[in-house]
């Protein structure tokens, strides 16, 4: 599977407002759920939202009421709005999505490249 970020993050000010979104191509037997995670320097790679095909979501309580993630299934592409910004919110922002490729492959964690937010207070 192969990813790219349509429209990236970038340095924006506190209270301020990015959308993230990461396309992928290549054919997806099934998709179990797509993610956004962020890991900010000396910490550890932590899970900021996830949303299944069906539009089950969940997110990290520090982002709960700021973020909202969504997924397209026609082109499989998952988007990440993200209102009122903090510099806590600072990170590299990567893209994931757990998937079957074909139907007698296991299921596997697939990851972007990640794009950088900065919010500056």
Known sequence: LMFSCRRGGGLVQAWGFLRLSCATSGSIFRVNNWGWYRQAPGKQRELVATVTPGGATSYADSVKDRFTISGDNTDNTVYLQMNTLKP???GLYLCNINARKDWYRRDVDYWGK???VTVSS
């Open 88 to 90: 806590e919110d600072t």
């Open 114 to 116: 990640g794009t950088q």
